[in-house]
């Protein structure tokens, strides 16, 4: 029979391992937001190019556009930037897309260098020449594919390398408790 000091053990010990269990999910849940975010923030910009190049509408109308098409991730802020040009007159385009920007991507598992591809981008789209804004989305867009292409490739196998350290982790933790 299992004494009730025993029986506290166990649950002790499953709880622990629960816990590390539960954190390394947690993390590779954290690695399938990042790759999410970099693919929207990807559509995001071949539609700002495509709006731009093709249709030839000016930021505050993408703005629009990528409010009723964009991803849910980024659809509410393009929303709420669209609004606050109409009722902040004299506030420029790109503080306003800024702050929604920011405040859309406080919690991503993104870079500073990620964070800052959208976050600049209506400075960069400035420029008169079309070609040139054209040239410019198009950097952002190579780092971007770039930077996903190396997180979707890494992410099974990091994945793996994560939920074994958390149950290893919880192992260890429920030896040194004994």
């Known amino acids: 029979m299992i004494g009730t000091a025993q ?18 999910a947690n993390r590779i849940g954290e690695e399938h937001r990042r ?12 539609r700002i190019q495509d709006e731009i190049g093709y249709g030839k509408h000016t930021l505050p109308e ?19 930037i669209y609004g606050q040009m ?9 503080q306003i897309w800024a702050r929604q920007i920011e405040q859309c991507q406080k919690d991503a598992p ?6 800052d591809i959208l976050r600049n981008l209506p400075q960069n789209l400035g420029m008169q ?11 952002y867009e190579e780092l971007l594919v770039r930077n996903c292409r190396k997180t979707e490739e890494a992410y099974e196998n990091k994945a793996k390398m994560i939920f074994s350290v958390s149950v290893l982790t919880g192992v260890f933790l429920t030896i040194l408790l004994l």
């Open 86 to 94: 109409n009722q902040e007159n004299g506030v420029a385009l790109d």
């Open 7 to 24: 029986m506290f053990k166990i649950a002790g010990i499953l709880c622990v391992l629960a816990g590390c269990v539960g954190w390394g």
């Open 35 to 46: 790759i999410e975010h970099l693919r929207e923030m990807l559509c995001i910009i071949r």
């Open 129 to 139: 020449e079309e070609k040139l804004q054209a040239r410019s989305v198009g950097r």
């Open 110 to 115: 993104l870079s500073d260098e990620e964070k």
């Open 62 to 80: 993408i703005c629009l556009i990528l409010a009723e098409c964009c991803g849910p991730l980024y659809r509410v802020h393009f929303r709420q």
